[in-house]
Structure formats: C-alpha cells, structure tokens
C-alpha cells in the first residue's frame, strides 16, 4: 500500500466523472436501487437528507451525495435536483436556489451544464460531455482545519478523550463518542486522514491506498457500520453497487464469480461442483445462521455487561448461536459437510480473503459476517473513492465540537499512577485526557508508545497467539481502458496454478479496478488497477536504494506478466501511470509495525475468543482498530470504534455502567481468553 508525499496537499480537487449508464434511477422509494438509468440521470450527491428536510444544515456541507439530478424537458430549461424519495426540487436555468445545501448561479445552454456553490463556499459545475457528467469540485475538505493546543492538563485542553490515529479504526471510535457528548482529540502522524482507507492522487487518478471491497455500506441491517458511522455525524456518501463481489481465478482454470445474488453464486459454484451441491449449501447455511443472529442484534461492546445481558435477554436465541460459533473456524465446519480437495481450496481462498489466512484458522463468525453480507447488504463502492469515508468522518468530528490534529506524531502515552493520562508528540507537545485510546496497533502501542514498561500479561498472551501478518507490496496502475475486456468485473483474485502457493508471499494476486464502478477516478478513457499480494518487509530491508527500486520494478514486473497472462493481454503496453509501494512503504506511511497488514493467528485459534476487545491492563487506555475483536477488515474496524466508544462512554459517565457487573465480566473474558 502506498502513501506518497504529494498527499501532503491542504485540500484538494476532485472531478467526479459519471457516465450515465453506470448510475442509478430514482425511484420512489428512500432506497437505492440496483435497476439501470433510463436516460439522462445523473447521480451527483450533496446531502440528501439536508435536502429532504430543505434547509441547510452546515454539518458535512462541502460533500456531494445522495442527490439525483434528472434533466428533464427541451435542454436545461429546466433541471431537476431531487434527493432520494423525497420531492423533487427544480432549478430552472439561471434560478438562484438558496437554503438547501445548493445554491446554483449559473446554468449554461448546453444539456445539463452549469456551474454551483454550495454554502460553505466551495464551488464546482456539473457538465455533460459526450455523455458523461462530470461534476468538479474545490476544496472539498479543508485538511488545515485542525485545531491546534498549547499544553495539556485542564480546562479547554483537557479532553474526554484522545485519539491516537484516524484509521477507520479510531475515526468511528472518535466520532461515535463526539456524538455521545465527549470531547475528542484525534491525534495522526500524517496529513490527511484514513490509515490504510486513505487515499492520494496522482495524473488525474484517485487511488484508494487498501483495497476497494467495501463492506457495511449498505442500507439495511444493522451490519452496516460505515453508513452508520457516517450518518452517526451527519453524513452520507452515495454508493455504487457492486453485482460481483469477486472473481476468483483460480488453479485448474476454476473460475466462479461471487454474484450479489446469492442464488447465482450457488448456481455456479455448484455447477463446478454438483456432486457437492448438499455440503455447499449446508456450509453457506451455517454462515448464514451466524450472519442472521449478528443482523438481529444491536452492536455495542461485549465489554459492557449491561448492554450484553440486555441482548441475551432480549435474543437469546442469537445470543447463544454466536456464543457457539464463538470458539470456531470456518475450515472445521467446511469439513462436516465437504469432501472435495479442490471445493476445500476454494473455500481456502474465500476465507484467505476475509482473513489472510486458510479457513482452518478463519474465525467462523468472521466467515459468516463477510460470505452473507455481501449477499444481503452488498459490496458497494463510494462514489469519489474510499478516502471519502475518513474525510467525511474526520469533518463530521470536527463539526461535533471536537478536533482532529494532523501530522501529530505520537511518541509516548503518558501513564501518572499506573493510568494513562495523556500523550507526547514528537515535538514536545503534551495533551491530557480522561482516556487515551490507541488506533495503532497492539504491537506499536505496547512496544512504542508505552516505552520502558513491562508487556502486560494480557498483551503477552495476544502476542503469543497472534503474529503480525505479512505486509503487502501493491501497484497502483492506471491503463488504457480498451484493455479491459467488456463486462470485466471490479474485483478479481488470482491464483494461477497451485494451491499451495496461497498463502505464500507474492502467492495469491488481489486486483481492484474501481473505475469499473466509478470512471471519475481515472482520466477519461482509462481504468484504475490497483493490485496488491502479500509480501514480508525481510525481503526488503538491507538493499541500497539502486537495488530497492530495481528491485520493485523486476517484482511489479513479474506480477504484471502474470496478469497480463491470465487475464488482461497487452496490459503493460496499456500501461499509463504505475506507482509500486512495498512493505517499506506501508511500514513508513501507516505508522504499522512491520507494515503488517494486520494480525493473524499463529496456529489454530479458537475462532475469535482469544482475540482482545478494546480494554486494556492499563487503567485509562484502550486499543481500537484490526489487533482488536474482530480483527482484520474496514467493517470488522468500525465495529471495534463501536465497541470501544461504547466502552469508553461508560467509562467517563456518557452510559450507562455497574462497576460491579464490569469487574465480574471483564474478569470472565480474561478468563475465557486465556482458553483460546
Ligand atoms: N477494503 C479493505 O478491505 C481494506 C482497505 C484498507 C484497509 N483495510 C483494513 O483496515 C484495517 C486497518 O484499520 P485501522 O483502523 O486498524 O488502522 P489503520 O492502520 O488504517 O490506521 C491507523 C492510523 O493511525 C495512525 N497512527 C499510527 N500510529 C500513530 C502515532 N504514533 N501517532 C499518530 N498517528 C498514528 C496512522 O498514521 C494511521 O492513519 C486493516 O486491517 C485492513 O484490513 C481494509
Ligand atoms: C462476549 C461473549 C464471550 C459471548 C457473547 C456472545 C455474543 C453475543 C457474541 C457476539 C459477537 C459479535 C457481535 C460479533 C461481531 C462480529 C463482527 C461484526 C465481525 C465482522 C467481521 C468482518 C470482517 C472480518 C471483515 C473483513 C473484510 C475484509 C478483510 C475485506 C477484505 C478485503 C481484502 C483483503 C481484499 C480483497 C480484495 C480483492 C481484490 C479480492
């Protein structure tokens, strides 16, 4: 993954390029639906609800979402501006329209041409060319609105809590908990937010920097975290559904596209395998029984006794489903019902993409979350990328009355008597708080931040039952689009000819084409690759700078030839922009020890019992982000922000809380951790 220094930028341009036959019709119902446009639709966004209720609202007010523009009548006449299920607003040509949100000051005699500025100040045209629409905008968020202390200690400088990093992780944390009434400090090492979800530009290509598989974003269920998050603080950022959540290429030419339906996924993947047709479908029902239970409940922390017995009281029944499958992995119960190797494998892979690792060591509740949801809510893709998430988080905080402070190294987490008190940056300054809350990893805060202390019991066990995995080596590409065969799918994963090269280094290929859903990542008539695959940061240490950048290119080249083998011939003469990141990289950009993509179980875990929550041994200090409960995963970190900030919440008095029920069932997963 790849973080380069041009992100460095306040503020930033963005041109939203949409062609008409990619987006969605407005429908009568709040929801969005997955039907083709007629026509001219174009779906530009500026807060939706806003709109609904037809008064601005400054809160997110510089974002494009959930609008739906339908030129309607002789050309621009007249245009019409409509949220989603609610009534539609026109603006005829010329018509300045004030108080919701937009305010349009020209409207151009071409189809569905002109120019706006919305309230906040930020200006941007909505123009049609060739068909497509494109919407430019300016400044669209300010990254220099940070607000900056002198000294930590009390009053005005003293905060509920202080945030270490604005991964997605600590983001919802932060927000979750500004919007309970705490006052938050984010504190990130670098200049923009978003972690491993960030974003960076180049040539007139936004590129996520993690993947594009964007679980939770949904609009329905109680899974969908990140809309949650996000509407949490006022926002909502439209979305493109994704039919295919993945296409595997895999050995002996087995190819099976993940449809959205689940119905056509199993039509296929029983159709490779119809003598296995009972055990797919008992093994996919099991993960539904899991998805199903986590769907029924109300998500907070499994730390806070009064919340869960609340839940097995109110569902018992899905209660004691996750408590079952708590314990187990996802290879275990493939086996009750499938015999075939190769059907194995495959499962292998499904989970090797939930978890990096084989389905014998995948937790199953993980298992069944990620191989159900993206049947039910989906896989959808932010409209603008995925860096619009932090953005979007990042300023909702902010207009909650907290703050977020970027390139705020932390260097030590202050301890007074045994509890976490504050934090030192590394140039000098000091901040205070009720809390401290920890968005780096376990291995980074136990090993960096808390310098000089002895490795609690709690965080002994965790490191000896879990290892950093690999970290990734990644390519982002931009290619000519006649490349792309038609109707090739956005998300691809690819392992050519042996199975047991899966988990090796440069084993398995992940290959993300976001353009595919939303071309105004791409300049027009090109597509964006981004391709990543594990790899150790052993293999890139101890090389001069000529022999590290040679060997980036012979390694990027390598896995180019396999692409360009396997699926995309001519790909690297196509080839227009290519940017290669290494472990190296992840390591220097993501503040991520190692630059590990996360942690992975070192032998057969215990599903996910032994994996901590956010609570730590020290008093004041919690952990939040993928070396927490659930683990690695943009929704499986937004659940840990949930927890945490529910946690912490009743910590400082915002929730409800038994000091009594607390000690007795922080005690007890203690306990049951130490069973994993
Ligand atoms: N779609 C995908 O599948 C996808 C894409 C990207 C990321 N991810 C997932 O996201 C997960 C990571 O999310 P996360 O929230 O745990 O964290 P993160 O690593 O994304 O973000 C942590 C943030 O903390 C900052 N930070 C670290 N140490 C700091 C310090 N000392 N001082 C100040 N700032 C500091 C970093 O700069 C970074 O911005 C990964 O496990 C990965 O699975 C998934
Ligand atoms: C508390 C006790 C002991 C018992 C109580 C029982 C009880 C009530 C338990 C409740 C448990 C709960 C609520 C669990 C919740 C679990 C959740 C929400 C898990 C979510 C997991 C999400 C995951 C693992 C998401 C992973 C997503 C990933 C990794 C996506 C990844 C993509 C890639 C790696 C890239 C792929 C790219 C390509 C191109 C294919």
Request: glycine share 8%; charged share 20%.
């Amino acid at each position: 993954m790849l973080l380069p220094n041009s992100m460095a930028e306040p503020g930033f341009t963005s041109t939203l390029a949409m062609n008409s036959s990619q987006f969605l019709t407005h429908d009568s119902s709040p929801q969005l639906t997955t039907s083709r446009p007629t026509s001219q639709n174009l779906y530009f966004s500026h807060k939706a609800h806003d709109l609904k209720s037809g008064f601005h609202n400054p809160k997110c007010s510089s974002y494009f979402y959930g609008v739906q523009l339908d030129v309607t009548g002789p050309r621009t006449q007249k245009c019409e501006i409509s949220s989603f299920g609610c009534s539609k607003i026109s603006i005829l040509r010329d018509h300045k329209l004030t108080g919701t949100g937009l305010r349009f000051h020209h409207c151009t005699n071409k189809l569905g041409a002109f120019r706006g500025i919305d309230l906040a100040g930020s200006s941007y045209e909505v123009n049609s060319r060739n068909s497509r629409f494109i919407l430019r905008s300016s400044s669209v968020l300010n990254m220099d609105k940070v607000v900056e202390k002198e000294k930590g200690g009390s009053g005005d400088n003293y905060y509920d809590a202080i945030v270490i990093g604005s991964g997605i992780g600590g983001l919802v944390a932060a927000t979750q908990l500004a919007v309970k009434g705490a006052r938050v400090l984010v504190l990130e090492k670098y200049v923009i937010p978003g972690g491993s979800s960030g974003y960076y530009q180049r040539n007139g290509y936004t590129f996520d920097v993690g993947s594009s598989v964007m679980f939770g974003f949904s609009d329905k269920g109680n899974l969908n975290l990140i809309t949650q998050a996000l509407a949490a603080v006022g926002c909502e950022i439209p979305v493109i559904p994704d039919p295919t959540t993945v296409h595997f290429h895999l050995p002996n030419n087995l190819s099976v596209r993940v449809h959205k339906e689940y119905n056509e996924f199993i039509a296929e993947l029983t159709s490779k395998f119809p003598y296995e047709k009972e055990g797919i479908l008992k093994f996919y029902s099991e993960c539904w029984k899991i998805f199903n239970a986590l769907n029924s409940l109300e998500l907070k922390s499994l730390e806070e006794p009064i919340y869960l017995f609340g839940q097995f009281f109110q569902k018992p029944l899905e209660c004691l489903t996750l408590a079952y499958y708590l314990p187990q992995n996802a290879g275990d119960i493939a086996r009750k019902y499938i015999k075939d190797p190769q059907l194995l494998s495959f499962i292998d892979a499904e989970c090797f993409i939930v978890s990096t690792v084989n389905a014998l060591q995948t937790p199953m509740i993980n298992a069944g979350m990620v191989l159900c949801d993206r049947h039910y809510g989906g896989i959808n893709y932010p409209i603008g990328g995925v860096g619009g998430i932090a953005k979007s988080l990042a300023k909702g905080l902010v207009d909650q009355g907290s703050e977020i402070l970027y390139k705020a190294n932390v260097t030590d987490i202050i301890i007074d008597q045994g509890k976490a008190v504050g934090v030192r940056i590394s140039d000098g300054r000091k901040f205070f708080a009720k809390t401290i809350i920890s968005n780096a990893t376990r291995w980074d805060t136990f090993g960096k931040l808390l310098k000089g202390k002895d490795l609690p019991k709690e965080e002994e066990n965790f490191q000896k039952a879990y290892v950093k995995a690999p970290s990734f080596l990644s390519i982002h590409m931009g290619v000519k689009a006649e490349v792309l065969p038609p109707d090739t799918d956005c998300h691809h994963f690819v392992l050519e000819n042996d199975w047991t090269r899966l988990e090796e280094p440069y084993g398995s290929i992940f290959l993300s084409i976001p353009t595919v859903l939303d071309s105004s990542l791409a300049p027009e008539g090109h597509h964006i690759l981004h391709i990543f695959t594990t790899s150790s940061i052993e293999d890139w240490e101890g090389l001069s700078p000529k022999d590290y950048e040679e060997k980036k290119e012979l390694v990027a080249d390598e896995i180019i030839s396999r692409l360009e083998k396997k699926l995309f011939p001519g790909l690297r003469s196509s080839i227009d922009f290519k940017e290669v990141g290494t472990p190296k990289t992840h390591r220097r950009y993501l503040a991520r020890d190692k630059g590990t993509y996360g942690p992975m179980p070192r032998g057969t875990p215990k599903g996910l019992l032994g994996m901590p929550f956010n609570t730590t041994a020290i008093d004041g200090l919690y952990c939040v982000g993928d070396s927490c409960f659930p683990g690695q995963g943009v929704i499986a970190v937004a659940f840990s922000g949930v927890m945490c900030a529910h946690r912490v919440a009743a910590d400082i008095g915002l929730e409800k809380k038994s000091p009594l029920l607390d000690a007795a069932l922080l005690r007890t997963l203690s306990w049951l951790r130490t069973l994993a």
